[in-house]
């Protein structure tokens, strides 16, 4: 199966994305903003990737997730659940270090935009790929 992350926003709170699988609304995806493909401060970059899904993330911190393969000079990738995407560097907070962070809807917790209802939404995504390894093609138009 092939999914479809489109980007259309980016600020200091992250970037904001849309994923489709069919053409079909799966859920919202918050990332960093664009920081030239830094490791642990940055979105990654554009392109299609091998995505394989994992009971047990290699450290064992998260559990039923998603690894994105063969990211250019980066390791560790995941979609995971989580809400907030903010620059590090500007004082925003973050529960992504370069991973991507589904969400069923845009919000505001501590004045600062982030994505909402990420377990569910995770949740969703395992419903449409059924815990199966995928392709993901990440287009930027932001």
Not at 26 to 55: A, F, H
Not at 56 to 72: F, K, P, Q
Not at 94 to 121: E, M, T, Y
Request: with cysteine.
């Amino acid at each position: 199966m092939r999914l479809q992350l489109y980007r259309f926003h980016q600020d200091d709170d992250g970037t904001i994305g849309l994923l489709l699988a069919e053409g079909m609304h799966v859920c919202l995806v918050g990332e960093l903003p664009w920081k030239d493909n830094r490791s642990n401060v940055s979105r990654i970059p554009d392109g299609t990737y091998q995505v394989e899904y994992l009971e047990r993330s290699a450290s064992g911190r998260y559990r039923d997730v998603y690894h994105v393969r063969h990211v250019e000079g980066r390791t560790g990738i995941l979609i995971h659940t989580g809400n907030y995407t903010g620059d590090r560097e500007k004082g925003l907070r973050s529960d992504s270090w370069g991973c991507l962070l589904p969400g069923k809807r845009l919000g505001k917790l501590s004045g600062q935009r982030c994505v909402l209802a990420s377990r569910s939404a995770l949740s969703l995504l395992h419903e449409v790929v059924d815990r199966n390894d995928f392709e993901l093609e990440v287009i930027s138009h932001a």
